[in-house]
């Protein structure tokens, strides 16, 4: 077992080859994924089960994680809770065609996209470089002056994507949470609707009833917004979608 006292890396630095860990007890899907993405530039890892997984995060620098919902032992959830317990890493969830359950629950978790199986190798590569272009997006900007937003005693530091609450504390988001605080805090007291969320957060394209921003606010909210007494940030809009509601200053 992981040792509760020992944290998965956070996500490895910027790398021109990124290392993908495939974690799937499909010996035939690890094979093909595999293969696929050491064809399109990448290396990679592959895990049957939780336990190989860890092995893997201990001795390796990864950069995301391709993790199946249904695996043997400890599920895909349940090992994507314990990743996201310490580490910000980003994960790709493989779930079952049509399940929806799976793929709420998995993005209420921390998870970054998913994907369902059946799947196209290329569609899972487009999502896999989409994730890491999100994370590697302030880690690759330019040597500009670094510029803070403040909300609220709260600093969001975009260069490094942290976020600090008033205390001082650093609080951990997923790349999807970071990627829709930034959308806010860059339209702050002005409403936007689920559609526009998902495009400038520069998440997948909403197809249908899609209930993905709604999970990522709702985890979101519990970070900004910890207590009942604590003042409202997000602002629902009845028919028309979220409002930041906080003043936001740039430093």
């Known amino acids: 077992m992981q040792d509760d006292d020992k944290p998965f890396p956070a996500h490895a630095a910027i790398d021109p080859e990124p290392h993908v860990l495939v974690v799937d007890d499909d010996g035939a899907i690890?094979?093909?994924?595999?293969?696929?993405?050491?064809?399109?530039?990448?290396?990679v890892s592959a895990a049957r089960d939780?336990?190989?997984?860890?092995?893997?995060?201990d001795s390796a620098a990864i950069n995301l994680v391709v993790l199946d919902?249904?695996?043997p032992g400890a599920s895909g959830l349940d090992l994507a809770r314990e990743i996201r317990r310490t580490s910000s890493l980003p994960i790709v969830m493989?779930?079952?065609?049509?399940?929806e359950t799976d793929r709420i629950v998995g993005l209420e978790i921390?998870?970054?996209?998913?994907?369902?199986?059946?799947?196209?190798?290329?569609?899972l590569l487009a999502r896999i470089k989409a994730v890491l272009r999100r994370v590697n997006v302030g880690a690759a900007a330019s040597g500009a002056p670094a510029r803070l937003f403040r909300f609220e005693g709260w600093a969001l530091d975009p260069a490094r994507?942290?976020?600090?609450?008033?205390?001082?504390v650093v609080v951990d988001l997923s790349t999807g949470e970071y990627d829709l605080l930034l959308a806010f805090i860059e339209g702050p007291q002005r409403v936007l609707s689920r559609d526009q969320l998902l495009d400038l957060?520069?998440?997948?394209?909403?197809?249908?009833?899609?209930?993905?921003?709604?999970?990522?606010?709702?985890?979101?909210?519990r970070k900004i917004e910890p207590t009942e007494?604590?003042?409202?940030?997000?602002?629902?809009?009845?028919?028309?979608?979220?409002m930041f509601v906080p003043k936001v200053e740039r430093a």
Not at 50 to 57: D, H, I, T, Y
Not at 110 to 123: H, L, Q, T, V, W
Not at 229 to 242: C, D, E, L, N
Request: charged share 30%; net charge positive.
């Open 110 to 123: 921390g998870a970054d996209d998913y994907i369902a199986k059946p799947f196209s190798p290329r569609e």
């Open 229 to 242: 007494s604590s003042p409202p940030m997000i602002k629902t809009i009845r028919g028309a979608g979220y």
């Open 161 to 168: 994507r942290e976020l600090t609450d008033p205390g001082g």
């Open 50 to 57: 939780g336990r190989e997984m860890r092995e893997v995060l």
């Open 30 to 43: 690890r094979s093909l994924v595999s293969k696929f993405l050491r064809d399109n530039g990448f290396r």
């Open 69 to 71: 919902v249904m695996l």
């Open 201 to 221: 957060a520069r998440n997948r394209v909403a197809t249908g009833f899609d209930r993905s921003i709604d999970v990522q606010i709702s985890r979101l909210r």
């Open 94 to 99: 493989l779930t079952a065609k049509g399940d």
